[in-house]
């Protein structure tokens, strides 16, 4: 769907709130018929989008993904993922086999690139079941925005986590052969280019992709995700992709060894899709 179209769509539901009596709009409400938060809009571009939003930078973000964090670190909480504190992990056992298959090839040993890894969610999220496994060195470098390398580099960052501001800086101290990147390609401004770069720049034996956002249309759909005020209140742009269109920037150099369902809903008719990517042997 075009713009004009969500732009129909908000004012059919400004209609509908107009016409149907009070008490049935807040039965509506509540069953989350009309959602207040989630993804919205078809955006022409990356500025109008964040004309409309708070943006990633916003200080609220780090604070609260820090204060959940520091509860999983201290061990009063089990896991915390977007500030949200949970009752216990969850993982995603395709990512979970696939670096056990790299820990295998590499003699028991793991370095691993987590982009846009936040505080180290994802570290404190597999560790304790990686070191179940007795490893011989497991090196997790959090690659992220400014004020959190900061944050992560003065309150959670030990021998194996560490932080750094991009992904060059990361190569100059460490050599990791695997990249990490969970639900964040969507929330890149210019997210092909991205891969262009990680792809032909670099030499990842694996890149791992969890929690990607994607529709059934034809085309990608920029839009802004408002977060409940649960998690904390804050909104910033996000993509959809088309799957095809999206894969085919790997083709040249990736094998596709294996795509995964994940477990994330949402307020417009998608799905969230994990990808492992293998070099080709050059050969």
């Known amino acids: 769907?075009?713009?004009?179209?969500?732009?129909?769509?908000?004012?059919?539901?400004?209609?509908?709130?107009?016409?149907?009596?009070?008490?049935?709009w807040k039965v509506l409400k509540k069953a989350n018929r009309f959602e207040k938060y989630g993804f919205f809009g078809?955006?022409?571009?990356?500025?109008?989008?964040?004309?409309?939003?708070?943006?990633?930078?916003?200080?609220?973000?780090l604070d609260k993904v820090k204060e959940s964090m520091l509860k999983v670190k201290n061990g009063e909480a089990v896991y915390?993922?977007?500030a949200f504190i949970l009752e216990k992990k969850e993982y995603s056992f395709p990512i979970l086999v696939i670096l056990l298959k790299i820990i295998y090839e590499n003699d028991g040993c793991l370095n691993i690139l987590d982009f846009g890894g936040s505080l180290g969610c994802h570290y404190y999220q597999y560790r304790d079941?990686?070191?179940?496994?007795?490893?011989?060195?497991l090196k997790w470098n959090v690659v992220e925005q400014k004020n959190f390398v900061e944050c992560g580099k003065n309150f959670f960052e030990n021998g194996q986590l560490?932080?750094?501001?991009?992904?060059?800086?990361?190569?100059?101290?460490?050599?990791p052969d695997v990249?990490?990147?969970?639900?964040?390609?969507?929330?890149?401004?210019?997210?092909y280019e991205f891969i262009e770069t990680l792809i032909n720049d670099n030499d990842f034996s694996y890149i791992l992709i969890d929690r990607l956002a994607l529709i059934p249309d034809s085309r990608d759909r920029l839009t802004i995700q408002r977060v409940s005020p649960l998690v904390y209140d804050a909104s910033y742009p996000s993509w959809f992709f088309?799957?095809?269109?999206?894969?085919?920037?790997?083709?040249?150099?990736?094998?596709?060894?294996?795509?995964?369902?994940?477990?994330d809903q949402v307020n417009i008719l998608s799905?969230?899709?994990?990808?492992?990517?293998?070099?080709?042997?050059?050969?």
């Open 271 to 283: 799905e969230f899709k994990g990808f492992i990517f293998k070099k080709k042997n050059e050969n």
């Open 179 to 191: 990249i990490f990147l969970s639900g964040v390609i969507q929330c890149l401004e210019k997210p």
């Open 242 to 263: 088309n799957e095809n269109k999206f894969l085919k920037h790997f083709q040249q150099k990736y094998d596709l060894i294996f795509e995964f369902q994940g477990t």
């Open 42 to 61: 078809d955006y022409s571009s990356w500025q109008a989008a964040l004309k409309d939003s708070d943006g990633y930078d916003a200080t609220l973000i």
């Open 80 to 82: 915390a993922r977007d």
């Open 162 to 175: 560490k932080f750094y501001i991009d992904i060059d800086t990361c190569l100059k101290h460490e050599k």
């Open 129 to 137: 079941f990686l070191l179940d496994l007795n490893l011989k060195n």
């Open 1 to 24: 769907m075009d713009t004009s179209t969500y732009q129909i769509l908000d004012k059919v539901k400004i209609l509908i709130k107009e016409i149907i009596p009070p008490f049935v």
